[in-house]
């Protein structure tokens, strides 16, 4: 298992034939990780500090298992629909009452005059739980992406074979 998702660990490939608009994200750095026998598996020795503070499962003395990735991925999804970093009061516990406040408005797309679903807002601040379970597992996330794809095409079209050019400019992770 993977247990050091952030930012800095995931950089872009050149895009795949299914999807050639999008550059492939590939997850790098693997020095942590550690391999589960169970899906309950949990590394209760795991004591190590993470980009910008703890993650909640360690600041609330809990054991890191895949549902801190959940949170990463939480922070990542933020990133890309707010292009900012989740705020951390310090380096020991996130600043809970800088990420709250969000939840009752939903996330506008910056520099474009739209705003993302709440659909898919209230995914990101279920993932950025201070509360591991309640927190998405791994397949719900993996349904909630395919069902979000599906979304997306029956309002905009096929995503598949379509070239960066061809997308919606919303889509566009970089200016082409």
Known sequence: MHIDIKISNIV?????????GFYTPKLIDFDIAF?????????????????QGKKPNK????????KSNIFN?????MLLMDKTLLPWK??????????YPKRYHRLRSPGLDATY??????????????????RPGMNELLCLTCN???????????????????LPKFMRLLEA
């Open 73 to 77: 991925i939480g922070r990542i999804i």
């Open 59 to 66: 600041s609330f003395k809990n054991s890191v298992d895949y």
């Open 12 to 20: 872009l490939g050149e895009p795949n034939e299914d999807f050639p």
């Open 90 to 99: 310090n380096m020991e516990e996130p600043d809970w009452n800088d990420i």
């Open 35 to 51: 391999r589960k026998r169970e899906e309950n598996d949990q590394n209760t020795n795991m004591q190590r500090n993470f980009e």
């Open 117 to 134: 679903s709440s659909h898919l807002t209230d995914h990101m601040y279920r993932c950025l739980s201070p509360d591991a379970s309640q």
């Open 148 to 166: 979000g794809l599906e979304r997306y095409e029956k309002g905009y079209g096929e995503a598949r074979g379509q070239s960066a050019d061809e």
